[in-house]
C-alpha cells in the first residue's frame, strides 16, 4: 500500500482537499483530530503533556488547548518539545490505521511534515498551497477572534511554501475550488498509475 502525505501551511486548504480525496473513496488519516483524541485519552500522553506544561495543561480532565497554545505559540523549544512526544504517539496510530485499510493508497494529512523532519516516512507528498492574502481571509473566517498578527505568527512557526515545494511530489494549488477538484483527480489517477 502507497502512504502519501498531505500538507500545506495554516488555510491553505488542506482539509478541503482531503475531502475531496475522501469522495473519491480515498482513506484519510487526520492528524490533527487524531492527535486530539490521542490526547485526551492516552495516559502516557497526558502523563508527558502534564510533565511539560504542568496541570493547568489539563482543565476538569479535558486538554485545555487555549493554554496550550498561549504556552507553545511564541516559544519554539516548547513547541518543539510537545512535538516530540506528541508526533511519535501520531505515527504509531497512524501506522496501525493504515494496516486496517484496504485501499490501493491512504492519505495522512498533517500541517508540518516537513518541520518535524518526517517527509522520508511518505511515498509521496502533496503540497497544498494559496496565496497568503488567501490563507489569512480564509483563517479569520473561520474564527473570527484570529488577529492578522497571531496568523502571521502561526505562520512563521510553518516553513515558507518554496522550502516545502522541492520536496514535495504533487502541489495543488487552491484558490478556485473547481480548479483544486480537478487537480486533486489528476494526482488520483497519477498515483493509480503508480501502483
Known amino acids: 500500500m502507497i502512504t502519501v502525505g498531505l500538507t500545506g501551511g495554516i488555510g491553505s486548504g ?39 506544561l504542568g496541570d493547568a495543561a489539563y482543565k476538569e480532565g479535558k486538554l485545555d488547548r487555549g493554554y496550550v497554545s498561549k504556552q507553545v505559540f511564541n516559544n519554539k523549544e516548547l513547541l518543539n518539545a510537545l512535538n516530540a512526544i506528541v508526533h511519535p504517539a501520531v505515527r504509531k496510530d497512524f501506522i496501525s490505521w493504515a494496516e486496517s485499510q484496504s485501499s490501493d493508497y491512504v492519505i495522512q494529512e498533517a500541517a508540518i511534515i516537513f518541520e518535524i523532519g518526517s517527509q522520508d516516512f511518505y511515498d509521496f507528498i502533496i503540497l497544498v498551497t494559496a496565496p497568503k492574502e488567501t490563507r489569512i481571509d480564509r483563517i479569520m473566517q473561520r474564527d473570527a477572534s484570529n488577529t492578522v498578527e497571531g496568523i502571521e505568527a502561526r505562520m512563521k512557526n510553518q516553513l515558507s511554501d518554496n522550502k516545502k515545494i522541492e520536496s514535495s511530489h504533487y502541489i495543488i494549488q487552491n484558490e478556485n475550488i473547481e480548479q483544486t477538484k480537478v487537480q486533486v483527480l489528476d494526482v488520483h489517477r497519477d498515483l493509480l498509475n503508480k501502483i
Open 14 to 52: 488542506k482539509t478541503t482537499v482531503a475531502k475531496m480525496f475522501e469522495e473519491l473513496g480515498v482513506p484519510v488519516y487526520n492528524s490533527d483530530e487524531r492527535a486530539k483524541g490521542l490526547m485526551q485519552k492516552s495516559p502516557e500522553l497526558i502523563a508527558a503533556i502534564k510533565e511539560l
